[in-house]
């Protein structure tokens, strides 16, 4: 979050399943700066973990305007469509209004220093990310974490993402950055090192389409998970079958039964350390 003089903005509203912890600490934050107001939200991309928070912010704070990229609008339009992973993926999120759009290539002002936005497609087509030259600062949103960066799809699927992140890569490669703060995980300075990860890794996804599927359909369940919370093991076969990633993935990559497919859906989120088998119930760890 920055403050600009009396007003203050966030970059992404993070998850609903967790809007009381984001919204606790907006308030802190605000009220460690003696009180400035919420007045803008601006949105990397329109992932759920990414816009969760939108709607309840504005209830908190009226007034506070919505910001997407500009790319966004058609799929906020068409709210809910597959390639925003919300039902498709058992993801939920409140829709909301948005009041403004950002342009790549536009100039912000945050925290009193100029921002340049970056489109960054790939992981979402749409997205965006906020680079300070004068402080060497990059907002990688989900472009850049220090050991990876957000799924691709199967380009069995469609062969534009993983293109488009290999584009951003090398995008991002040509910035002078000190510090990034990612849309998931810890502010790191490696900047070159994290870059050199991520590309390894998406070009070992480039050679294997279904390692790519195995790691989105075990994301999407363990984000699930993270919403429901519980779930009884006898259930996870019959649900995984009508959710639409899980459905549509297991038909074309892995075709299993749906209880096979269940049994190493769970094993792979167990070993991941993400769920684990409590008795009859698989829960969130």
């Not at 009396?6 to 993070?14: P, R």
């Not at 998850?15 to 003696?34: C, H, I, M, Q």
């Not at 993926?89 to 790549?104: G, K, L, S």
């Not at 890794?201 to 599927?213: R, T, V």
Request: with cysteine; charged share 20%; glycine share 8%.
């Amino acid at each position: 979050m920055f403050r600009d003089n009396e007003s203050a903005t966030l970059i992404d509203s993070g998850y609903g399943r967790f809007n009381d912890v984001t919204l606790g600490k907006v308030e802190s934050a605000l009220e460690s700066w003696d009180g400035p107001s919420l007045d803008r939200i601006i949105n990397t991309h329109i992932h759920s973990d990414h816009i969760g928070g939108n709607a309840e912010l504005q209830r908190a704070h009226p007034g506070c305007s919505i910001a997407v990229p500009v790319d966004e609008q058609p799929a906020l339009v068409n709210w809910d469509s597959p390639e925003q992973m919300l039902s498709y993926a058992d993801q939920e999120c409140e829709r909301f209004a948005w009041d403004d759009v950002i342009e790549p290539g536009q100039q912000i002002q945050l925290g009193g220093e100029a921002w340049h936005s970056i489109a960054t497609p790939g992981h979402d087509m749409g997205s965006l990310v906020f680079y300070s030259p004068n402080l060497r600062i990059l907002i990688s949103a989900d472009a850049l974490w220090e050991h990876s960066s957000g799924f691709v799809p199967p380009q069995a699927v469609d062969p534009k993402p993983l293109a488009a992140q290999r584009a951003t890569f090398k995008r991002l490669a040509e910035l002078d950055v000190a510090l990034v703060i990612p849309g998931h995980g810890p502010m790191f300075t490696d900047f070159s090192g994290a870059l050199a990860r991520a590309s390894a890794k998406l070009e070992a996804f480039a050679e294997d389409d279904l390692k790519i599927a195995k790691s989105v359909v075990k994301g999407m369940f363990i984000y699930s998970m993270m919403w429901r919370g519980e779930i009884a093991l006898a259930d996870v076969p019959a649900y995984l079958a009508r959710i639409g990633v899980h459905r549509d993935y297991n038909a074309q990559f892995f075709k299993m039964s749906d209880e096979a497919y269940a049994d190493w859906l769970v094993g792979e989120a167990v070993r991941a350390g993400k769920i684990r088998v409590d008795g009859a119930f698989l829960r969130s760890t």
